[in-house]
């Protein structure tokens, strides 16, 4: 391996994993064995963690129970109240995710690993909590009842977002997103969970080294700096002129591109839909087609095209979504993936240890202090 061309581990076989595939067929996506549409179209994203973290698809009491699991797993214990209280109100949100993660690890420590579905669905339960408990304490200084009554995922983040029960087409709508974003393979974020996971570590560090590994703007943090990118622009030809200008001065258009897919990114479409739908519920004429001249541009200029987090930035700005909550919402959707890995990892554990190719400088002899120049 040598620069920036071959590295990046592009194309390595890192382990194995009967968890997803990524365009292993064309362009295709799926969780196992079912096709990432049939999930979009058909199913709840309680679902989709059922699958990810079981292997097969709950029945009918099996999804109830879960749900009403989760539902019972949403209330903060005091300290980690007061821990988000704590953190500043222009701090970065996957801070807060990371710390409101890190922090549940002191206080419900996993100890064994017999345990470790009880800490995958408390997570999964607790993460729209500690961050909008943050979000609405600094924003609107009110100590929010993190324990809704909503069925799902989707609807107590937008309930806790709105402080109010969110349309079905919104709620479904946010639904869908989580499915899309629940599990990718062995992207940044997984495989740093798992090799974090594979020292034997506990749950919750290989999480919280997960999300930091998604705040970065090549990896989760796109769909925040795409929707800065659309925002900047008031027509579709400003846009267009403005992508070409970046384009010239070589900048990375946020929400393009994609380290596995090479002609498309299959979550593209349905979030390009979702987004259109919202845009006309919203009576968008700016954004939407907004998105749309930047996604031509970036075909016909460099053959590039829209990944999951480009459409995902507008659809969420038209549900009232501040933009710096993009990101964690990843996160709410991602630790399904990120634990189903970590059982998986547990299950037939090997340090991950990798070698680096030697590019320093060869033997030398000690110099002492005092001759240094
Ligand atoms: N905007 C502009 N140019 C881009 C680009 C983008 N979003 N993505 C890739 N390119 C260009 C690179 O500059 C490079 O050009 P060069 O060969 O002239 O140097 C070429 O396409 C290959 O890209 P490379 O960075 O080697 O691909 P990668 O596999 O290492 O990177 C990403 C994949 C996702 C990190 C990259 O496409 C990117 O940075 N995208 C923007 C961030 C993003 O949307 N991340 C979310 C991913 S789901």
Known sequence: MNGNKTGGLAGIIAGRSEICTVGLQGEGLTYRGYDIYDLADNACFEEVAHLLHHGHLPNARELSDYRDRLRSLRALPGALRQALEAIPADTHPMDVMRTGCSVLGNLEPEGDFAAQRDVADRLLAAFPSMLLYWHRFHADGKRIDTATEDDSVAGHFLHLLHDAPPSELHRRTLDISLILYAEHEFNASTFTARVIAATLSDFHSAITGAIGALRGPLHGGANEAAMEL?????????????????????????????????????????????????????????????????????????????????????????????????????????????????????????????????????LRSWVPLAERD
């Open 230 to 362: 659309i925002e900047r622009f008031d027509s579709p030809e400003a846009a267009e002129k403005g992508v070409r200008e970046m384009l010239a001065r070589r900048e990375l258009i946020m929400g393009f591109g994609h380290r596995v897919y090479t002609t498309s990114d299959p979550r593209n479409p349905v979030n390009k839909r979702m987004s259109k739908r919202l845009a006309e519920e919203a009576g968008d004429e700016r954004l939407y087609p907004v998105s749309e001249a930047i996604e031509r541009v970036m075909w016909e200029e460099k053959k590039l095209f829209a990944n999951a987090d480009f459409y995902s930035a507008s659809m969420y700005h038209f549900m009232g979504i501040p933009t710096y909550l993009f990101t964690p919402i990843f996160v709410c959707s991602r630790i399904t993936g990120w634990s189903a890995h970590v059982f998986e990892q547990r299950a037939d554990n090997k340090l991950i240890r990798p070698a680096a190719e030697y590019t320093g400088p060869s």
